[in-house]
């Protein structure tokens, strides 16, 4: 886990509040400063960090969302410049045209080096955003590839398949997952399909969810770093606010085989998928 | 669960031994009667239930084929013809142009319902098998809509979705899991993907996985039946030689939604995933 090429991932489950942009705010910058000084290089933070998530209705949702260029991207590209991190975090954001977004960036010292929108809605999301139509970024950092999406978007499959056979080696992945019932003894079951998703890629997954009750909706806090066989690294931080560390040896995202015969990527065979994935689709 | 329209499931993990045809064929009759006796409608048994799977090379595993009218499969239809079931099992396959097959059949008692031929060859049975090229069957049982696939087919999120947006109710997996390292406190990585392809597509999977040591390869014995939330019902298996039973409601299965605005099917967007999904693939 640790080898010569071992980076240092971080990712701040922040106690996050609904309207409360200064305190979102320097939450989230103590946090990722934290990370920093304990030597994470990469450092996720969650969905929706600058605003809340439980918008009472679209037009509370556009009075929190700001431009990329607003004051918390802004603040984050110097965040990053000044500690020499990569980070990745989830706004609300005001596009060009005027749309709000459930969005997320990727920063470093060179500034915003990807802007990526939502494509699948979770819930009354519906009723605020609109969704993305690009494909999650997958692009190259001081550190490795890694690739951003946010939440209900780990659910779909196709979709982080997708920076997966485009070379990511780390998927970041900035979350607020709502606390649903589960048996006695299992771990929230998006920890489990995020898992399913990092195995059968053989890449790395960051998750960097909430915590704090929010106008009635109770968040799980179920941040977690995934190694490439899909196992949880650097602890679960189920509830709590704190920050999960782990040293990943990005290069291992970069080998698919599994055995002697087997490659978790050379073996799909795209063209029997091929019929449900139509451009028109079937469902 | 147990509505009027369920139906008493049962996946058997039963003891299978290399080249004994004999022994393995009364260890999987002595299954599946007494899982009838205990009310199973559908029954699940093992993949390559009347082979084994440790093979030393191709021309054992091709002295041990059989065509689909050969005796297993025969004897199965009488089984189920006789215990009023419909029984899913794997069977080491002779095809009509002479290729050996990683084979799977539904039987009920209007005989041999569906022939699936495995997709994805895992480890050394690339040595010995041809692989399947056609989709994993979905049809109409006196119970429901079932699709069957075989063991390492699960782990191809691609290959689940298809009988799904099929409508199928259960997709019955017979497998042969070896046992991998896992951390302290952590099920099987198999059972995870089929969890979460069982969820992300509300639909029950039954798997039923086989116990023995054989050659050297230990056998996890995960066999496990899934709801369309992802959780096991019934129990887990874990390494010893039972049936597991669980009354489902396959209706259930029916209904994509999770909650007033999201449906796991139609929530998807075929015409983002495209790109990927072109006949020619990418990978």
């Not at 309207?19 to 320097?26: E, F, I, L, S």
């Not at 915003?112 to 999650?136: I, Q």
């Not at 970041?172 to 997952?177: D, F, G, K, L, Y």
């Not at 189920?238 to 290069?251: F, H, I």
Request: glycine residues 8%.
């Amino acid at each position: 886990m640790t080898g010569v090429t071992a980076v240092r991932v971080a990712c701040c489950q922040v106690r996050i509040a609904i309207g409360d942009v200064n305190g979102n705010a320097d939450r989230v910058w103590r946090a990722v400063e934290a990370a920093a000084s304990a030597g994470a290089r990469i450092v996720v933070v969650p969905e929706l960090a600058n605003s809340g998530y439980v918008f009472t209705d679209a037009a509370e949702a556009r009075s929190l969302a700001e431009p990329v260029d607003g004051p918390t991207v802004t603040g984050w590209v110097d965040l990053a410049r000044r500690l020499d991190v990569v980070l990745v975090g989830g706004f609300c954001e005001l596009d060009p045209d005027g749309q709000v977004r459930n969005s997320a960036v990727v920063v470093d010292a060179g500034g915003v080096r990807a802007l990526y929108r939502k494509a699948h809605l979770w819930d009354r999301e519906k009723l605020v955003f609109t969704p993305g139509d690009a494909p999650p970024p997958v692009l190259d950092t001081a550190y490795g590839r890694i690739a951003v999406m946010i939440c209900y978007d780990l659910e779909f499959a196709e979709w982080t398949r997708l920076p997966a056979v485009r070379g990511a080696q780390l998927l970041c992945a900035p979350v607020n997952w709502p606390s649903l019932p589960r048996p006695d003894g299992e771990r929230p079951s998006e920890i489990i399909r995020a898992q399913a998703a990092a195995a059968t890629n053989r890449m790395y997954i960051a998750v960097a969810d909430r915590v704090g009750d929010e106008r009635r909706v109770e968040w799980v806090g179920g941040t977690v770093i995934l190694d490439p066989d899909g196992w949880p690294v650097g602890g679960l931080a189920l509830g709590r606010e704190m920050t999960v560390l782990a040293d990943l040896d990005l290069d291992a995202a970069l080998d698919k085989r599994i055995n002697e015969h087997n490659d978790v990527h050379a073996d799909r065979r795209p063209e029997l998928y091929a019929p449900i994935y139509r451009p028109q689709g079937i469902s």
